[in-house]
T-cell receptor, first 113, second 114 residues
Framework: DAKTTQPNSMESNEEEPVHLPCNHSTISGTDYIHWYRQLPSQGPEYVIHGLTSNVNNRMASLAIAEDRKSSTLILHRATLRDAAVYYCILSPTGGTSYGKLTFGQGTILTVHP | NAGVTQTPKFQVLKTGQSMTLQCAQDMNHEYMSWYRQDPGMGLRLIHYSVGAGITDQGEVPNGYNVSRSTTEDFPLRLLSAAPSQTSVYFC?????????????FGPGTRLTVT
């Protein structure tokens, strides 16, 4: 299965933008790029996903490199509630691996007031 | 909609005991799965189901059984609990097409095996 690489931790100040990088150099053509986050003592929460084009939703934006070997999750204005572990995940849509999410260690985001 | 519900929230077992973790969803989702999360780690897939009557193993299936007799419920059975199964267990669901979109996770069950 294709793997992702993320920094262990990042810090931000409240109301500033945050760019969370993810490398996935072995991504296959049918893998979707998903981002989930996990707040303390909660289950993971979907943030955004994409295949090839950049995506925006009410929570964040996802910028995908042209070769799809990396992506960046953008939080436009960080709030204290955004402090969480952020997981970049490749979701295969082919064969027997359909829909299986493989979580790595993720990036711990700390937001300072 | 209640979304994905899990019971119990907390459980303490002695080594060798068996128990069932319950998971239910009211969104008519075909796809359901169980993950475990050990301290400081990401989630690992235990078992999953793509519909009633269909289950398959994930990354760490040993010591766990599942069945899917209805669309709504996907219980996880621990056959003979071991301390290595101390973890937080999350259930997730999504629609068949929504597997490409998002999975909904329950709040988790914290299990301690002594």
């Amino acid at each position: 299965d294709a793997k992702t690489t993320q920094p262990n931790s990042m810090e931000s100040n409240e109301e500033e933008p945050v760019h969370l990088p993810c490398n996935h150099s072995t991504i296959s053509g049918t893998d979707y790029i998903h981002w989930y986050r996990q707040l303390p003592s909660q289950g993971p929460e979907y943030v955004i996903h994409g295949l090839t084009s950049n995506v925006n939703n009410r929570m964040a934006s996802l910028a995908i490199a042209e070769d799809r070997k990396s992506s960046t999750l953008i939080l436009h204005r960080a709030t204290l509630r955004d402090a969480a572990v952020y997981y970049c995940i490749l979701s295969p849509t082919g064969g027997t691996s359909y829909g299986k999410l493989t979580f790595g260690q993720g990036t711990i985001l700390t937001v300072h007031p | 909609n209640a979304g994905v519900t899990q019971t119990p929230k907390f459980q303490v077992l002695k080594t060798g005991q068996s128990m069932t973790l319950q998971c239910a969803q009211d969104m008519n989702h075909e796809y359901m799965s169980w993950y475990r999360q050990d301290p400081g780690m990401g989630l690992r897939l235990i078992h999953y189901s793509v519909g009633a009557g269909i289950t398959d193993q994930g990354e760490v299936p040993n010591g766990y059984n599942v069945s899917r007799s209805t669309t709504e419920d996907f219980p996880l059975r621990l056959l003979s609990a071991a301390p290595s199964q101390t973890s937080v267990y999350f259930c997730a669901s999504s629609s068949r097409e929504g597997v490409k979109d998002e999975q909904y996770f329950g709040p988790g069950t914290r299990l301690t095996v002594t």
